[in-house]
């Protein structure tokens, strides 16, 4: 049967760290007003931290968004959470093998237990899937010690979409990727999973500003080093769509809506808010074409809309591929080396304790050489954990999303060796 409605989706990183965020109290009760007092069909939430805001937040909108799902992980959950106005008759997660060092406690990302997650709805008729994440964030820029945990979460998070996908009308996607539409990251999720971006896509694109989520000017929460570092802030979170044949779906409008909370001196979040609306039209024919993109043929210009039409080209999935592979198998070769340099460092350390048994010191000296075993015995024990258990998860899961990679990669070169034969 034919079908046309419209879809509203809502995504926000809601910095709700206890204890850290700012005004998060205040913040909290605009966003579950604002959310409360909207028509929006679907909400993807990132880093509620605080099971107490979860809570408000679902029963300050159960009248129009009456279920919800949080997706539990990590020390303090994952902090993602989805709000819809329909049932949600199923969920999956996947916890991603890697997210950053314990030991970076500063960071934090570790403890969170960053996931994909999935709840499936049957939506006006529609199956529909919702996926969420939160991928690791990046700290620095210019010396992005996390992009490999990051290209591996981005392929184990697109090939989670692609394995549960199949029996799904419509797919959106959504969250805080921490990534820009020039990255790597980024590519990998597109052209993996087979994702449209909603900015990038919408009517007329090519005369939109970059969409800024994170360090926009015009937020409160904006530091002036991100501000200096990009002055108009940077792209990092994202609604996404995929459809199945005998669906077409096409964005109407993607934007960055709301400023200062009402009555209010600062922003909802450190982050801003996007949302999307998406034409959704069911053929009669189940086996009729995909929808072509009406704004594919009209943006050519601007850079973002160019990545996004190439990595959704096949030949765009396998470059992206082959450079993620290239990045983590690089990146395997410098874990060998830490836990050579971490065995080293442990020997020594345990040579030195060996060397301060026989010593005889003065006995006002003796409280600092108890302290001065004491710090060695820990880092002995820091470098034996870092070499022999740390390094080798790091490494096994590197070396996961690398080889899954590569039997994608073959795969695609067989194909098109095939084609290349029968003269396609």
């Excluded at 910095?15 to 028509?39: C, F, P, Q, T, Y």
Aim: aromatic share 12%; glycine share 6%; with cysteine.
């Amino acid at each position: 049967m034919k079908m046309e409605l419209e879809i509203k989706v809502f995504t926000l990183n809601v910095w709700g760290i206890v204890g850290i965020s700012k005004n998060r109290k205040e913040r909290i009760i605009a966003i579950a007003s604002h959310l409360a007092s909207s028509d929006y069909d679907f909400v993807f939430l990132q880093e509620v931290w605080s099971q107490e805001d979860y809570k408000y937040i679902c029963k300050k909108t159960a009248s129009v968004l009456p279920y919800a799902h949080y997706f539990y992980s990590g020390v303090f959950g994952s902090g993602v959470c989805i709000l819809s106005k329909s049932k949600i008759r199923d969920t999956a997660m996947n916890k991603y093998s890697l997210n950053g060092y314990a030991h970076k406690l500063q960071h934090g990302d570790w403890f969170g237990g960053k996931v994909a997650g999935l709840c499936k709805v049957n939506h006006s008729g529609l199956n529909i899937n919702l996926y969420i994440s939160h991928l690791h964030a990046e700290y620095n820029h210019f010396n992005d010690q996390y992009l490999p945990h990051r290209v591996a979460q981005a392929f184990e998070f697109s090939q989670f979409i692609s394995t549960t996908s199949h029996d799904a009308d419509v797919c959106i996607v959504a969250g805080d990727f921490n990534t820009e539409p020039s990255d790597l990251v980024y590519k990998i999720i597109a052209a993996n999973a087979g994702c449209h971006d909603s900015f990038a896509t919408q009517p007329k694109a090519e005369e939109m500003c970059d969409g800024a989520t994170c360090g926009h000017p015009r937020n409160t929460y904006s530091h002036k080093s991100e501000l200096k570092e990009c002055p108009l802030g940077k792209r990092l979170d994202y609604i996404m769509y995929k459809y199945k044949s005998g669906i077409m779906v096409e964005c109407l409008s993607c934007e960055t809506p709301l400023h200062k909370i009402p009555g209010g001196t600062v922003s909802y979040s450190d982050h801003e808010a996007v949302v999307g609306r998406l034409f959704v039209k069911k053929s009669a024919d189940p086996l009729a074409p995909r929808f072509r993109l009406t704004s594919e043929a009209e943006v050519t210009s601007t850079g973002f809309v160019t990545v996004f039409r190439n990595c959704y080209q096949p030949e765009g999935r396998e470059a992206a591929l082959d450079e993620g592979y290239r990045l983590l198998t690089d990146n395997l070769s410098s874990l060998k080396n830490d836990r050579i340099f971490y065995f080293i460092m442990s020997c020594l350390i345990i040579c030195l304790l060996l060397v301060s048994v026989p010593f005889e010191v003065p006995y006002g000296c003796w409280t600092v050489l108890v302290c001065l075993r004491m710090v060695l015995s820990v880092t002995f024990a820091f470098c034996v954990w870092m070499s022999v258990v740390m390094n080798s998860m790091e490494y096994n899961s590197l070396l996961s999303a690398a080889t899954g990679m590569k039997v994608l990669l073959d795969a695609m070169a067989e194909d098109r060796l095939s084609t290349q034969k029968l003269g396609i």
